[in-house]
């Protein structure tokens, strides 16, 4: 484990106090930072962004690792301490920015030709995936440190999907690598977390993204209804209508929309925008 005494005296010198709202809870254990290092398979011509370095433990080890580290931090305080802590590293740049809203153009990121490797601060998971999944430039694959509960729902079969695991296996392959306890983190966050690996995909499914993506929101508009009612009421369509569509594809009329595989959805929203123009 690193030296817990060590990390609370630098942050009383650097005056940083972790915030919750904020998902800064500094990871402890270096079996697990070298595990996420091995996971992400570095190379000298790798680029790296790490998103939210806290107090620079991971990004040591990429910078031995990778030829490259942007390294993006949105607290002032802790910006300040990673100036001092990584000043002798010529390989890691320091951005003090909101990820959410970074031009990674602008520092030179380009489709595919990156990897992200972070422990996410957890307020921003969803939003970071869904900007990262969609938008360009595209990283090449994302090893994170998310909540157990929100890679479970990245890597869920048919039963257990939702929006955003959907999401997530249309545009990569995710998955989860191994669990991580509370006890590896100060300050000790209320939940348990896993790092997942998703592998983005270079050729999306041949159907419209948001075609697609209306479909599927539509679907799970109102969870506890099956599947029709959702379909009908979100494209102004007969009850009838729908429940014969879902039995051409082979699906059961009273299904609900987690229990659709994404080969389904496909299958679906292409059915919705062949015979009724949407």
């Known amino acids: 484990m690193v030296n817990l005494e060590q990390i609370k005296t630098f942050c009383r010198q650097y005056h940083i106090v972790p915030a919750k709202s904020r998902g800064q809870n500094f990871l402890l254990d270096r079996n697990i930072i070298q595990k996420i290092v091995a996971a992400a398979n570095l190379s000298p011509a790798d680029t790296v962004l790490e998103v939210g370095p806290g107090l620079g433990g991971l990004t040591d080890f990429l910078a031995k690792r990778a030829g490259q580290v942007i390294a993006v931090e949105l607290d002032k305080k802790i910006i300040l301490f990673l100036q001092a802590k990584l000043a002798d590293w010529a390989n890691v740049r320091l951005i003090e920015a909101d990820i959410l809203k970074l031009n990674l153009s602008q520092w ?22 869904r900007n990262f999944l969609a938008n360009s430039p595209k990283p090449q694959e994302m090893i994170l440190m998310v909540q157990k509960e929100v890679a479970q729902r990245l890597t869920a079969s048919p039963g257990q999907l939702s929006v955003l695991g959907l999401a997530a296996q249309f545009y990569g392959q995710p998955e989860i690598l191994f669990a991580v306890g509370k006890n590896c983190f100060w300050p000790k ?28 929101k539509i679907g799970f508009s109102a969870k506890r209804k099956q599947l029709h009612n959702n379909l009908a009421a979100g494209f102004d369509l007969s009850d009838q209508a729908v429940k014969k569509l879902l039995s051409d594809l082979g699906l059961d009329e009273k299904i609900r929309a987690q229990d659709l595989s994404l080969d389904d959805w496909l299958k679906l929203a292409g059915k919705l925008a062949g015979k009724f123009k949407i």
């Open 108 to 129: 030179g990121l380009s489709n595919f030709g990156y990897k992200v490797v972070a422990n996410l601060p957890y307020n921003i998971t969803a939003k970071f995936l």
């Open 189 to 216: 966050p209320a939940v348990d977390s896993a790092v997942i690996k998703i592998t983005i995909n270079r050729e999306l499914p041949q159907i419209e993204e948001k075609l697609f993506f209306r479909t599927v």
